[in-house]
């Protein structure tokens, strides 16, 4: 037979494990695994260049992350896959919010750019993705191609535009 008190144990200990299941925060991929390849004109590799990464959860609140990563000697970057933490009580509110939101600037999704800042020394094309927005599963490539408008200018030729 059951007794009140271990009734009361059993309640006690599922609603716990409920707790935990609504508010114990877990991750989600906000960025994938990117690799980045920075090349010349000619597809030589450059080294020492920046990239930024920046990603966010749309709908997570207004928080948004970035890093500016260097290039190795080979010209590569390796971004590491971005995770935002949030609970199941959050995901949901997020979601209805995003839902309920008439004006259709309300997202609730993941996403991810990358991008060569502006600087003096370089100009960008690029092949590949740039931008993220959940899908497709990554890891995720791209190539950029840089112009050095610094070599360009001593050589007395046009960079060209950004």
């Given at each position: 037979?059951?007794?009140?008190?271990?009734?009361?144990?059993?309640?006690?200990?599922?609603?716990?494990?409920?707790?935990?299941?609504?508010?114990?925060?877990?991750?989600?991929?906000?960025?994938?695994?990117?690799?980045?390849?920075?090349?010349?004109?000619?597809?030589?590799?450059?080294?020492?260049?920046?990239?930024?990464?920046?990603?966010?959860?749309?709908?997570?609140?207004?928080?948004?992350?970035?890093?500016?990563?260097?290039?190795?000697?080979?010209?590569?970057?390796?971004?590491?896959?971005?995770?935002?933490?949030?609970?199941?009580?959050?995901?949901?509110?997020?979601?209805?919010?995003?839902?309920?939101?008439?004006?259709?600037?309300?997202?609730?999704?993941?996403?991810?750019?990358?991008?060569?800042?502006?600087?003096?020394?370089?100009t960008a094309s690029v092949r590949g993705p740039?931008?993220?927005?959940?899908?497709?599963?990554?890891?995720?490539?791209?190539?950029?191609?840089?112009?050095?408008?610094?070599?360009?200018?001593?050589?007395?030729?046009?960079?060209?535009?950004?």
């Amino acid at each position: 037979m059951v007794t009140l008190g271990k009734k009361l144990r059993i309640a006690g200990v599922a609603a716990a494990v409920l707790l935990l299941l609504v508010f114990v925060p877990t991750p989600s991929e906000t960025a994938p695994a990117w690799t980045v390849h920075l090349v010349d004109e000619h597809g030589a590799p450059v080294a020492d260049a920046a990239v930024m990464e920046a990603w966010q959860f749309s709908g997570w609140g207004e928080n948004d992350h970035s890093a500016l990563v260097k290039s190795d000697s080979t010209g590569t970057i390796t971004l590491a896959p971005q995770r935002e933490w949030g609970s199941l009580a959050q995901r949901v509110y997020y979601r209805a919010a995003a839902a309920a939101d008439s004006s259709g600037r309300r997202e609730y999704l993941p996403s991810a750019f990358i991008f060569v800042p502006v600087d003096t020394r370089y100009t960008a094309s690029v092949r590949g993705p740039s931008l993220w927005r959940g899908e497709p599963e990554g890891p995720l490539e791209t190539t950029f191609v840089l112009a050095d408008c610094l070599a360009a200018a001593q050589h007395h030729e046009g960079c060209p535009a950004r």
